[in-house]
């Protein structure tokens, strides 16, 4: 296992071959940027980093509560969503966890990390990576999985599953004694979230811990903020293994702020209705382009047509201080496959024009 396995997008802390600032489409954040509203709740706060942190973060608890229509007693904060995954297989400490794949590297290195062994379900290509939750459940009782890990929307495919589903897979789940973990830190970018999400189940079926994160949907990865909702026994046992400042003085005041921005969230979503689908439609015209997903959040999947032409197009692209998500460290995914966010119509138009010079001058 090498550390290039758990590289992720977002890192553009090395210097553009063309100075100035990266362009990135490697990290799935919201295109419209930092609310002013969060903006405003950290310079309001600055002085108040002398102090520790609420360790109850009473006041996010309770817009988060509010927000998301679940009582206090179930929500379990995180310093991002990644900790809680970690949190969990600390807590739990299962022998054998089974994740569907392609999907987030931590939920595997989390599991690691607590000394699990790791089995993967292979997601089909040519069914669009859809999970087959019957197919799912049949291959936890043959790994005798004691934990399942998914994402939903999943990363980088897009795929999503409805509730129903997996309500029926954490009941059959619970069945055989097996745990399981939903990662929903996209669906805030979706106008039908209620289709998808298990936070007005999470609080009451045993074995589940549904984790979310506020840093995509808002703009702020680098203030870490996620949570989880689980039966409140499973909290408390969450709780008993967390810092109990996990979450800072910043990243508590702009969660409270953001979460009462009606605006800039309808606002985000308004945009990614419409932007969203055309960026696909464009990618899919672009040179080298042999198949693009629909997407169904803020981010595309998409297969080359070969993985020299993947390997050219991220190499040229960083050149001229563009970044693109490589997927070839993805389990289940052959080489040639890349993952772009979605921006601002300028910077997409940006992004398209460097492409095609890029193919003009191969």
């Not at 970018?189 to 009451?204: N, S």
Request: net charge neutral; hydrophobic share 45%.
């Amino acid at each position: 296992m090498t550390a290039k396995r758990f590289v992720h997008g977002g890192n553009v802390y090395e210097p553009p071959a063309e100075g100035g600032a990266w362009l990135d489409f490697s990290a799935n954040i919201n295109p419209l940027g930092l609310p002013h509203t969060a903006l405003a709740a950290i310079e309001s706060h600055i002085a108040d980093v002398v102090h520790y942190p609420d360790p109850e973060a009473r006041e996010l608890r309770a817009a988060l509560a509010a927000h998301y229509e679940t009582p206090e007693d179930t929500l379990i904060l995180g310093n991002g969503a990644a900790e809680l995954f970690y949190l969990f297989f600390e807590t739990y400490r299962p022998k054998r966890v089974l994740i569907p794949v392609p999907s987030f590297s931590e939920y595997e290195r989390a599991a690691l990390a607590s000394g699990a062994d790791v089995e993967y379900y292979l997601l089909k290509e040519k069914s669009g990576f859809a999970v087959d939750v019957e197919a799912l459940l049949a291959e936890a009782e043959r790994t005798q999985a004691e934990a399942v890990v998914l994402g939903n929307p999943n990363n980088p495919t897009g795929t999503l599953i409805p509730t129903d589903a997996l309500v029926h897979l954490s009941e059959r789940l619970t069945a055989i004694g097996c745990a399981l973990v939903v990662d929903e830190s996209f669906l805030d970018f979706r106008t039908d979230e209620q289709r998808f999400t298990l936070r007005k189940h999470a609080g009451k079926l045993p074995h589940l811990l549904l984790v979310r994160s506020l840093t995509k949907f808002f703009a702020m990865p680098g203030l870490r903020l996620g949570f989880g909702i689980a039966l409140p026994a499973l909290v408390r046992k969450l709780d008993a293994h967390k810092d109990v400042w996990n979450v800072n003085v910043l990243a508590q005041a702009a969660g409270v702020a953001v979460l009462s921005d009606r605006e800039y969230q309808d606002t985000t979503r308004r945009y990614l209705l419409e932007a969203a689908p055309a960026f696909a439609k464009t990618v899919a015209t672009l040179p080298g382009a042999l198949r693009v997903l629909p997407p169904c959040v803020n981010f595309v999947f998409v297969r080359l047509k070969s993985a020299d032409d993947a390997s050219r197009i991220i190499t040229g692209l960083k050149k001229r201080g563009i970044l693109v998500r490589d997927c070839a460290n993805f389990p289940g995914l052959e080489p040639g496959c890349l993952r772009l966010a979605v921006r601002r119509l300028e910077d997409n138009q940006r992004l398209f024009q460097a492409w095609r010079d890029l193919y003009a001058g191969f």
